[in-house]
């Protein structure tokens, strides 16, 4: 699993349990009966009581305190919101033409000519590119799956002498670093007889 795909667990369970809560006590209040797991006996019985509800009303610490977990949480939720809405991938890089003015090329392109580049490679059965970084210097993070006979020193050598040196080539950027993870193809084994 991805790792964008971890916010969306947690997030997809809180809701689960809120919309069960909202909808048990929007029944109850229309006049369903209360299940038996339910902390309250019928549609007029208060959630909290007024004994409840001015309990610690007198003390000088209750609504500090109150209002602080609730700004915590409401900063928390925003964290949360924008470290999901933040794009990680550049969807455009920044390429200098040496006549003074720039070029933009699309960075899913990018990534699909260096996963192409990597699959020609001996030995990669896929190759999957994820551009990251800014627009001007971008970082690429490379998944090779490699067939079971394959060497992997020998598979990072060519890909980064081959695939990456084309891309930083044809780009015209500086430098290209990539993180290049490694995995072998799944197989049965060999019989040996």
Do not use: F
């Given at each position: 699993?991805?790792?964008?795909?971890?916010?969306?667990?947690?997030?997809?369970?809180?809701?689960?349990?809120?919309?069960?809560?909202?909808?048990a006590?929007?029944?109850v209040?229309?006049?369903?009966?209360?299940?038996?797991?339910?902390?309250?006996?019928?549609p007029?019985?208060?959630?909290?009581?007024?004994?409840?509800?001015?309990?610690?009303?007198?003390?000088?610490?209750?609504?500090?305190?109150?209002?602080?977990?609730?700004t915590?949480?409401?900063?928390?939720?925003?964290?949360?919101?924008?470290?999901?809405?933040?794009?990680?991938?550049?969807?455009?890089?920044?390429?200098?033409?040496?006549?003074g003015?720039?070029?933009l090329?699309?960075?899913?392109?990018?990534?699909?000519?260096?996963?192409?580049d990597?699959?020609?490679?001996?030995?990669?059965?896929?190759?999957?590119?994820?551009?990251r970084?800014?627009?001007?210097?971008?970082?690429?993070?490379?998944?090779?799956?490699?067939d079971p006979?394959?060497?992997?020193?020998?598979?990072?050598?060519?890909?980064t002498?081959?695939?990456?040196a084309?891309?930083?080539?044809?780009?015209?950027?500086a430098s290209l670093?990539?993180?290049?993870?490694?995995?072998?193809?799944?197989?049965r084994a060999?019989?040996?007889t």
């Amino acid at each position: 699993m991805r790792r964008g795909g971890l916010h969306r667990v947690p997030l997809a369970l809180a809701g689960l349990l809120l919309l069960g809560l909202g909808g048990a006590v929007l029944a109850v209040g229309l006049g369903a009966p209360p299940p038996s797991w339910w902390i309250h006996t019928g549609p007029h019985d208060v959630l909290l009581t007024r004994a409840e509800r001015t309990r610690w009303r007198g003390t000088a610490w209750w609504w500090p305190a109150v209002l602080a977990g609730l700004t915590v949480l409401v900063l928390l939720a925003l964290w949360w919101l924008t470290t999901l809405l933040r794009r990680r991938r550049p969807a455009e890089i920044l390429l200098d033409t040496g006549d003074g003015a720039c070029a933009l090329l699309r960075g899913r392109a990018l990534e699909t000519a260096l996963a192409h580049d990597a699959v020609r490679q001996e030995g990669v059965a896929h190759a999957e590119v994820y551009l990251r970084g800014r627009r001007t210097a971008p970082t690429a993070r490379i998944r090779l799956q490699l067939d079971p006979y394959v060497d992997p020193s020998t598979a990072l050598n060519e890909v980064t002498a081959q695939a990456l040196a084309h891309a930083r080539e044809s780009t015209g950027l500086a430098s290209l670093p990539a993180e290049v993870r490694l995995r072998a193809v799944k197989h049965r084994a060999d019989r040996v007889t």
